[in-house]
């Protein structure tokens, strides 16, 4: 079969990767190509907390196609650990690996070409509650007291899908 270039061609290195941007939970790019016998895409992406079991890079792709495997790479390029299966799926797991900026190269084993679906399954980033918590209503609301010019509250958090943080002044 013919394979044509995708729409994030020329990533063929770390320079020039697609990037991904930072990631949390799933995010996924469909109808990707290794459309010549020399054709890798790599792309850049960065998490923002250490993985889990729960987390993972994998692409999905038709093995009698064509046997596509892929790498991790770190933040200089250098291979962390690759995935060379013959299945119809290549997966690598981030569990263990701390927030910063990864690559995943996407290549065909001796020259194999195929389209392929990207997943990564990122770790989202907790938050702490700050030190105004419990700070949820106007009951409880953090006392700024009376206010004038420019005032800062630093390290404040929405620490919860349900927090909110009330706060009372006068000027």
């Known amino acids: 079969p013919t394979f044509s270039a995708d729409s994030d061609e020329a990533n063929e290195t770390t ?3 697609t990037n991904l941007g930072t990631l949390s939970g799933l995010t996924t790019r469909s109808n ?8 890798v895409d790599v792309y850049k992406f960065t998490t923002q907390a250490t993985g889990t079991t729960a987390h993972y890079v994998r692409i999905d792709f ?5 046997d596509l495997d892929i790498d991790l790479l770190d933040s200089s390029g250098n291979v962390l650990t690759s995935s060379t299966g013959t299945t119809d799926r290549e997966e690598i797991s981030l569990s263990g690996r701390t927030a910063g900026v990864y690559y995943l190269r996407v290549r065909g084993y001796s020259g194999a070409r ?3 679906s990207l997943s ?8 702490s509650a700050d030190s105004d918590e419990a700070n949820e209503t106007t009951a409880t609301a953090t006392d700024l007291r009376t206010l004038s010019g420019l005032t800062t509250r630093s390290n404040r958090s929405i620490h919860t899908t349900t927090d909110v943080d009330v706060y009372k002044f006068t000027t």
Do not use: K, L, M, Q
């Open 62 to 66: 038709t093995h009698s196609v064509g």
């Open 120 to 127: 990564i399954n990122a770790p989202t980033p907790t938050f």
């Open 32 to 39: 990707r190509s290794i459309h010549t016998t020399t054709d």
């Open 15 to 17: 320079a020039t990767a």
């Open 114 to 116: 195929g389209n392929y």
